[in-house]
C-alpha cells in the first residue's frame, strides 16, 4: 500500500521550481495563470490551526472578509513555524499564486524573515500585525498593525468586577513583553473601576502556546481564590474550559470563546481584523499607498467585544455598555492619574491621561516596571 504524504506549499515549491529550472523554465511562468485570474491574490500566512478558538483564528476570520470582495483571491498556510520556512511560504504564494500583497500574522514572522523577503522582492507589500516596524530602519515596502485591545481588556475588567465575589481575579499571560502588560493593567483597572479592592494575580507561561502550563496556572489562580480569570496567550481555549470546569467565571481574548464555556463566559476582547485587511486590500486594488504604522481601537473598528453572556448582572451590563459608548465616541483613557505602580511609586500624575495612541509608545516604561497594583 502506497501512503501519500501531504505536500505543503513549502515542500511544493522546492519540487516545483526545482523542476521548473530543470527544464530550462522561469519560475515567472507559474505566476502568470495566476496573475490572469484576479486583479489581487492576498496571502495570509498562521503560525498556528486557523481554529484555535484565538490568535490565528481572529486572523482567519479576517482573511473570510477579504474572500468575500471582489476581484481577490486569499491564499492561506496555517502551522507554519517562525523559522526559515516562513520565508519559503511566502516565496510561494509570491511565485506560485501571484501574491502582491502578503500578511505574515505572527510576531516572530517580522526579523529576519519577512524582512529578509521584502528586501528580495521590492515590488510586493508585506504588512505584519504587530508594532516592530520602524520609519527610519524598515523598507517602505512593509509595515505594522495592531489595535489598542487593552480597551477590551479594560471591558473585561469591568465585567470581571462585578462578577468577582472573592474580589480576586487572575491572568494567565504568556511573556512579560509592553502589550502584555498593558492587557493586565487594563483588565484590573477595569475591575477597579467597579471596586477599588480587587487584586490581580497574574501567571506567565513563558511561551505563547503551551496548553500544559496554561491549565496549571488557570487551576493555580483558582486555588488561591481567584473566581474569574482571563488571559493573553496564543489559544485562550484551554484556559476558558479549565476555568469554567472548576466554576470560575472567564473573559475571553482573541476570538469569541463563548461557545466553549456558554454559561460561564462574561464576555470577551476580540481582534475585528476583517476592517484592518479589507483597508488595506481596497486601497491596494485602488493604487494607494499602504499605511506603514497603522493602529486603532474600538472606535476605528480594530477591536470588539464578545456578547455579554448570562453570568453579567444587570448592573454590570449597564456600567459595561456606558463605557462602550465612550471608547466609541472617541477620548476615553485607560490610564489616567492618579496611579501608582505594584511598589507604590506614583507613575501618572493627577489630572494626566494617555489617549490610546500614547500607550504604546508612552506608558510601556512604566508598565514595565510590574503590573499596577497587582499581587504577580
Not at 260 to 265: F, G, V
Request: neutral net charge; glycine residues 10%.
Amino acid at each position: 500500500m502506497t501512503k501519500l504524504l501531504p505536500m505543503n506549499r513549502r515542500t511544493f515549491l522546492q519540487t516545483t521550481i526545482g523542476a521548473g529550472a530543470a527544464l530550462g523554465l522561469s519560475p515567472s511562468i507559474f505566476t502568470a495563470a495566476a496573475a490572469a485570474q484576479t486583479a489581487l491574490t492576498v496571502g495570509f500566512i498562521y503560525v498556528g490551526p486557523k481554529d484555535d478558538y484565538g490568535y490565528n483564528q481572529a486572523h482567519a476570520e479576517g482573511a473570510a472578509v477579504v474572500k468575500a470582495m471582489p476581484g481577490v483571491t486569499v491564499v492561506e498556510e496555517e502551522n507554519v513555524p517562525e523559522t526559515v520556512d516562513v520565508q519559503k511560504t511566502m516565496e510561494s504564494m509570491i511565485n506560485l499564486d501571484g501574491a502582491k500583497l502578503v500578511f505574515p500574522t505572527s510576531f516572530g514572522y517580522f526579523d529576519p524573515h519577512m524582512l529578509a523577503m521584502a528586501a528580495k522582492y521590492p515590488d510586493i507589500q508585506f504588512r505584519h500585525c504587530g508594532g516592530l516596524w520602524q520609519k527610519d530602519k524598515n523598507p517602505m515596502n512593509t509595515g505594522s498593525y495592531f489595535g489598542y485591545i487593552g480597551q477590551g481588556q479594560f471591558l473585561n475588567g469591568i465585567a470581571a468586577g462585578y462578577a468577582s465575589k472573592s474580589k480576586k481575579i487572575g491572568f494567565v499571560a504568556a511573556k512579560p513583553i509592553p502589550q502584555v502588560l498593558i492587557n493586565i493593567n487594563s483588565f484590573l483597572l477595569g475591575a477597579r473601576s467597579v471596586d477599588p479592592t480587587i487584586t490581580c494575580q497574574v501567571i506567565f507561561t513563558g511561551e505563547w502556546s503551551l496548553a500544559v502550563k496554561e491549565a496549571e496556572a488557570t487551576n493555580a489562580l483558582i486555588d488561591q481564590g481567584a473566581d474569574v480569570v482571563t488571559c493573553h496567550v496564543d489559544s485562550p481555549k484551554v484556559v476558558v474550559e479549565t476555568a469554567a470546569r472548576r466554576g470560575a467565571f472567564v473573559c475571553g481574548y482573541h476570538a469569541n470563546q463563548s461557545p466553549l464555556a456558554p454559561e460561564k463566559y462574561l464576555t470577551g476582547a476580540e481582534w475585528a481584523w476583517g476592517n484592518v485587511y479589507t483597508n488595506f486590500v481596497a486601497d491596494a486594488q485602488a493604487g494607494k499607498p499602504l499605511g506603514n504604522f497603522v493602529r486603532g481601537g474600538i472606535k476605528d473598528g480594530f477591536v470588539k467585544m464578545s456578547p455579554l453572556g448570562p453570568g453579567v448582572s444587570a448592573e454590570a451590563r449597564t456600567k459595561f455598555e456606558a463605557t462602550l459608548a465612550s471608547m466609541k465616541a472617541g477620548g476615553f483613557s485607560v490610564f489616567k492619574g492618579p496611579l501608582k505602580d505594584n511598589k507604590g511609586n506614583v507613575v501618572v500624575t493627577a489630572g494626566k491621561a494617555f489617549a490610546e495612541d500614547a500607550i504604546e509608545l508612552e506608558s510601556m516604561n512604566y508598565l514595565a516596571e510590574g503590573v499596577v497594583g497587582s499581587t504577580a
